[in-house]
């Protein structure tokens, strides 16, 4: 494990990297839409890691929205309220 992958999971920020939640046990990951392509979506988690995210459950979807992601695919969305709030916790 890297020194990076063992400061993530520390600190409890989930990445594409990251082989699950500490708090839950499994991978939800929220990403911020980069931008769309049809079905999917380049996302990016809080360590700049991107991947293509499978958005059919939760279309529609705009670019700079965060979703919870996990194995590909966008479960959830982190709401405008949500994630002006934990800036604000930040």
């Known amino acids: 494990m890297t020194m990076e992958r ?5 600190s409890g920020v989930c990445t594409f990297e ?3 939640c500490i708090t839950c046990s499994d991978a939800g ?4 839409v980069i931008s769309l392509s049809g079905d999917d979506a380049l996302c990016e988690d809080e360590a700049g890691e991107r ?4 958005i059919e459950l939760v279309a529609p979807v705009e670019i700079g929205e965060i979703l919870i992601t996990h194995g590909g695919v966008a ?9 002006d ?5 930040g």
Do not use: C, M, Q, Y
Not at 6 to 10: A, D, N, Q
């Open 6 to 10: 063992e400061l993530s999971t520390i």
């Open 18 to 20: 990251h082989d699950g």
């Open 29 to 32: 990951i929220p990403a911020k």
């Open 51 to 54: 991947a293509e995210i499978a």
């Open 75 to 83: 479960i959830g969305r982190v709401t405008k309220n949500e994630a």
């Open 85 to 89: 709030k934990l800036k604000a916790d």
